[in-house]
């Protein structure tokens, strides 16, 4: 393949998955109801389109990360973020989809997968709208502590702040909430459909998987998340 056809191909690898993210933040699970997601080929695609919403993620995440633009283990630690925002979406779709088989789901885990990281199309939108969340968080993050040292600094901070900062925080929060909603429920629909339950049981089996997976991210997300961000600190 010469020069030109690889970067004909490239060019339209990413204008497929810009078009999906678009396609997902409009239309929710009915964005991407063209993909067959028992298809392996699909799970391919989903995977690839999951690691280009990391990469956006981490570019939102430069400001707020102390020392990302230093020299030193730079690209270390940005394959380490990356890595991180990957392995952390993949961990909570199989929590959920768990759940949901602990409850008598029949879905498939690899359509489960793809059809979360289709909707993870919402994280980069969350992650612009808690910029002044991070504002606060980034540092204490890079400060080290675990999570209730670490909630209880942030709230410190939050409360400290003059009035229309504060205001501007308390939006952020509301605004992040909603698209969350938005989010889970799409994942929801997602895989009630996948796992063939009914709303009652389907409800029941994802409530338990949202449980578990914040426990997951109390538990490793946040002391990894914590580490990382002190070693931007040093480097």
């Not at 020299?71 to 990957?86: C, H, M, N, Q, Y």
């Not at 702040?161 to 909603?178: E, F, K, Q």
């Not at 895989?191 to 029941?204: D, E, I, T, Y």
Request: hydrophobic share 55%.
């Amino acid at each position: 393949m010469d020069i030109s056809a690889t970067t004909k191909a490239i060019f339209d690898e990413n204008k497929d998955i810009a078009s999906t993210w678009f396609s997902v933040l409009a239309r929710g699970p009915a964005g991407f109801q063209r993909f067959d997601l028992e298809k392996d080929s699909t799970l391919a695609y989903a995977l690839r389109f999951l690691f280009f919403i990391a990469l956006v993620e981490l570019i939102l995440s430069i400001p707020f990360a102390p020392g990302i633009g230093s020299k030193s283990g730079d690209k270390i630690l940005i394959a380490a973020v990356v890595a991180e925002t990957i392995v952390e979406y993949l961990v909570v779709a199989l929590i959920l989809h768990g759940a949901m088989k602990v409850f008598g789901g029949k879905g498939r885990l690899s359509a489960c997968i793809a059809g979360y990281s289709f909707l993870t199309a919402y994280m980069p939108i969350i992650s612009v709208l808690m910029f002044p969340t991070r504002s606060i968080s980034g540092p204490v993050l890079a400060e080290g502590g675990n999570y209730p040292q670490i909630v209880a600094e942030v709230f410190a901070k939050a409360r400290q702040l003059p009035g229309w900062d504060r205001t501007v925080l308390i939006l952020s929060y509301l605004a992040t909430t909603v698209v969350f909603v938005l989010f889970f429920t799409g994942v929801f629909r997602c895989f009630r459909a996948l796992h063939k339950l009914g709303k009652g049981r389907a409800r029941l089996a994802f409530g338990v998987g949202l449980l578990c997976s914040a426990a997951f991210e109390a538990m490793f997300v946040l002391p990894l998340l914590t580490a990382l961000y002190k070693s931007f600190a040093r480097s």
